[in-house]
């Protein structure tokens, strides 16, 4: 069974991952928007019963039928119960993260994270949790040390893939690519970390190795629209008179 980290979305406007994602195109980064926490086996029934109750009236407040404050003391509660519980701690870190007390929401994610250290992937899914969630406010600054948190604990293809993604937003292009670069050693035949590194060389000025590389990316998935589209991008770059099939879509 995959496991998936519960998020609480609390009517944030944001972007969506992708070097050239406009309507229509699939994020670059291939994450899920929405991901849940498999539960523990020996949750007990007031601890799910808290937590489902919490959830349920996270998604009331945005409505105006339920109050913030009484969904965030239920999780409050499940601590003073079971002081480890990962998912109150997850869903803690996202509530403060989207109500800008981001020194509360580090505290909870370090928390959790310490809690998930035997379980890589968990680790990897809690950091993109509330990294998503800076992102999609263009936190970026706030996103790069979410990953550095994550990267710390592990070494994750995933991780350095989304604070490339994040470098690049606040123009750093050389460690943009350094870490993209990492991405792509640890995971050479995904197509998505091979399309945001080949536009991340783009962005560095680096035309000819990004046409490598996006060459290389839509070899590696046909079907990849943002490989194809990045590709395209760079080749107009190269030869603005460069005829290539399909239009191209903004960034």
């Not at 991952?17 to 699939?26: E, N, Q, T």
């Not at 519980?85 to 869903?91: D, H, S, T, Y």
């Not at 604990?153 to 990492?182: D, M, P």
């Not at 998505?192 to 536009?199: A, E, I, R, T």
């Amino acid at each position: 069974m995959v496991r998936r980290v519960r998020g609480i979305v609390l009517g944030v406007q944001g972007c969506r991952r992708g070097y050239l994602g406009g309507p229509g195109h699939v994020p670059a980064s291939g994450r899920r928007e929405r991901i849940y926490i498999e539960r523990k086996p020996n949750y007990s029934e007031e601890v799910t019963y808290l937590l489902e109750l919490g959830i349920a009236e996270t998604l009331l407040v945005r409505i105006g039928m339920a109050s913030l404050e009484t969904a965030e003391g239920r999780f409050h509660t499940v601590l003073e119960i079971d002081p480890g519980n990962i998912e109150a701690l997850n869903l803690l870190a996202q509530i403060c993260a989207q109500t800008r007390r981001h020194s509360k929401a580090r505290e909870f994610l370090v928390r959790a994270l310490e809690n998930a250290a035997d379980d890589r992937d968990l680790v990897v899914e809690l950091v993109e949790a509330l990294a998503g969630i800076h992102e999609r406010a263009g936190k970026y600054r706030l996103a790069v040390r979410t990953y550095q948190l994550g990267l710390g604990r592990t070494e994750s293809a995933a991780l350095h893939n989304g604070i490339a993604y994040c470098y690049a937003k606040l123009g750093h292009y050389r460690k943009a690519v350094s870490h993209s670069r990492r991405a792509v050693e640890l995971e050479p035949g995904n197509a998505v970390y091979m399309s945001d590194l080949g536009y991340t060389l783009l962005e560095a000025g680096n035309l000819d190795e990004a046409r490598a590389v996006l060459e290389r990316a839509a070899e590696l998935d046909p079907a990849n629209e943002l490989a194809k589209a990045n590709l395209a991008h760079c080749l107009d770059l190269l030869n603005p008179h460069h005829e290539h099939p399909g239009g191209l879509t903004e960034h």
